[in-house]
């Protein structure tokens, strides 16, 4: 889910992307307002008004340009799973986002299996083996219709050594 920054089209499509979601003229200024002085409460009064036709683009291309302009990426990730988009995943799977940040933001949530799941991969690439596996059962034991562990448990087996997959089976992890 990483982008691409070597992709020879990149700059076509951000080009395409920036047309998108109709931003008002002073977007980008806003932006660097919030930028300078991030905080989620901020992040609320920017998207309130955003047309509902536009709000998904918007936000995901406003999380990107958040993210090249250096806002923590814990704040970021709030901001980005409200809703949860591409760019909330993105930052787990680079590995800038805490566990606690991760677990926080899916109390209460119905989408609690896919946060409990970006947890344990958030503490897989943090080099908590155990702490991914207590997180992948928890996740596996909120599954619902609409949301399961598999993607996240797919992560971790892909990058699991031979020694971390024998933990995972052991802790009846099923594989992919």
């Not at 499509?13 to 998108?20: D, G, K, N, Q, S």
């Not at 409460?41 to 998904?56: A, S």
């Not at 947890?119 to 399961?148: F, H, K, P």
Request: aromatic content about 8%; some cysteine.
């Amino acid at each position: 889910m990483t982008a691409r920054l070597d992709c020879p089209d990149a700059a076509a499509i951000e080009a395409v992307l920036e047309r998108a979601g109709d931003p008002p003229a002073d977007w980008k200024e806003l932006l660097d307002e919030f930028a300078a002085a991030p905080a989620f409460e901020r992040w609320q009064e920017l998207m309130r008004f955003v047309p509902d036709e536009h709000f998904y683009q918007r936000h995901r291309k406003s999380i990107r340009y958040l993210r090249r302009r250096g806002v923590e990426p814990n704040l970021l990730f709030r901001c980005a799973s409200t809703p949860l988009s591409p760019e909330a995943i993105e930052l787990v799977e680079d590995g800038l986002v805490a566990v606690e940040t991760i677990l926080a933001r899916g109390e209460g949530s119905p989408a609690r299996a896919t946060f409990l799941g970006l947890a344990a991969e958030a503490a897989y690439l943090a080099g908590d083996l155990l702490g991914a596996i207590r997180l992948l059962r928890e996740s596996m034991a909120c599954e619902t219709e609409l949301v399961a562990a598999f993607p996240h448990i797919v992560f971790v087996r892909e990058r699991a050594s031979e020694e971390e997959q024998a933990a995972l089976d052991r802790a009846g992890i099923p594989r992919h």
